[in-house]
């Protein structure tokens, strides 16, 4: 019975992993859409409505950063697209990481440590995620002309 738990323990803290990574790219769009909902539901508008607009703003979010991202060709208008997706997941992960460092590790320190290390992870990885949609093109010297003989 006692592996039975060990294994079902860490098969469930690899799926959360799993999922802290995966989920990393759409911090920024459930922020926003989080926004958009409590806006929404405050101004007046009921629970269903406010779950609509949340989620259209959201998705919105997320296909039009994912759309500009893969759009522009301007290297400083890429770098802002992709620290505005980004920060807020690794803030997110800051936080994840150091809420789980509370089962094991007993020191203060150490546990800023690993939500450090877990920010910088987490937001590398949506950095890699978003930087699959940039659009790469065969290099085309300019400016060379080839003389024929």
């Known amino acids: 019975m006692l592996a039975l738990g060990l294994?079902?323990?860490?098969?469930?803290?690899?799926?959360?992993?799993?999922?802290?990574?995966?989920?990393?790219v759409y911090a920024m769009p459930f922020f926003v859409a989080l926004s958009i909902g409590i806006?929404?539901?405050k101004s007046g508008a009921g629970l269903i409505d406010a779950l609509l607009i949340a989620t259209t703003g959201g998705a919105l979010t997320l296909v039009l950063g994912q759309v500009a991202?893969?759009?522009t060709r301007s290297s400083a208008l890429r770098l802002a697209?992709?620290?505005?997706?980004?920060?807020?997941?690794?803030?997110?992960?800051?936080?994840?990481?150091?809420?789980v460092s509370h089962i094991g590790v007993p020191s203060l320190a150490w546990r800023e440590?690993?939500?450090?290390?877990?920010?910088?992870?987490?937001?590398?990885?949506s950095w890699?995620?978003?930087?699959?949609?940039?659009k790469?093109?065969?290099?085309?010297?300019a400016g060379v002309v080839d003389n024929p003989p």
């Open 7 to 24: 294994v079902l323990n860490t098969l469930g803290i690899g799926l959360f992993c799993w999922a802290i990574f995966a989920l990393a």
């Open 69 to 71: 991202f893969a759009a």
């Open 81 to 99: 697209i992709a620290t505005a997706f980004t920060a807020p997941a690794a803030v997110a992960g800051y936080h994840v990481v150091f809420a």
């Open 113 to 125: 440590v690993f939500a450090c290390l877990g920010a910088v992870c987490i937001g590398v990885t």
């Open 128 to 134: 890699t995620r978003l930087m699959v949609l940039a």
């Open 39 to 41: 806006t929404a539901f």
């Open 136 to 141: 790469t093109g065969p290099f085309e010297p």
